[in-house]
């Protein structure tokens, strides 16, 4: 079964092909359901189906449960323990493990890092989940001890913003001298954008070589 809606399968607002009988059978495709009257079964089903496809934060799940909760506004009169309701299930799924926004924030941290994200650039999309505050700054540093910069942050920009010139073949890593030059404020502006700062962008443009592009940055290995 497929569906544009990435909860569509097995979801609890969802029926398949043969339980709608509007619907033709070939299509394979499962339409969306009157939705259902809010309880408390029916929001841990669907926190369940959530978290069983996606690694969620405590602020994602509460959005997927209050759009929800809205669309079965449009129909069904809610009960006013709703809020308590929502906030009971997340605890729950904190409880049993299903959410760990510190846990989650810093493998997120370290992918992000891997893919040559500056730390302003992983802390802006950390932020976007819903993470701020000590498992913010806590997701930071893991991920730059775990990645071997200690608690030095430079270091995981200076490392991060070497990774991802190497992949966008930018500045020393362009093969072509005079590709190099013509390009060199566009380089420096795609760095920028990443989030890196002045001293990497300029080191990396700027560097004759690898060799002296680590001398610049202070980096044991590239």
Not at 156 to 184: K, T
Request: aromatic share 4%; with cysteine.
């Amino acid at each position: 079964m497929s569906s544009s809606d990435p909860l569509a399968n097995s979801d609890p607002d969802y029926a398949s092909p043969s339980e709608d009988e509007n619907q033709p059978r070939s299509s394979g495709r499962r339409v969306p359901r009157k939705p259902k009257k809010v309880s408390p079964e029916y929001l841990r089903r669907v926190a369940l189906h959530y978290l069983d496809r996606y690694a969620a934060t405590e602020a994602s799940l509460r959005a997927v449960l209050k759009r929800r909760i809205r669309k079965s506004a449009t129909v069904h009169e809610l009960d006013p323990d709703v809020p308590q309701w929502v906030d009971a299930l997340i605890e729950d799924m904190k409880r049993l493990g299903f959410i760990d926004d510190a846990a989650f924030a810093q493998t997120r941290a370290v992918s992000l890092h891997r893919s040559g994200k500056s730390s302003r650039a992983i802390a802006q999309k950390l932020i976007s989940k819903g993470i701020s505050g000590d498992a913010l700054d806590g997701a930071l540093l893991a991920a730059a001890e775990e990645l071997g910069h200690g608690d030095d942050r430079r270091s995981m920009d200076r490392a991060a913003g070497v990774e991802f010139a190497r992949r966008r073949r930018l500045g020393v890593f362009n093969p072509s001298p005079e590709q190099r030059q013509a390009r060199r404020e566009k380089d420096m502006a795609a760095l920028a954008r990443r989030g890196f700062g002045y001293e990497i962008c300029r080191a990396v443009v700027d560097a004759d070589d690898e060799d002296t592009l680590r001398d610049r940055l202070d980096l044991d290995a590239l």
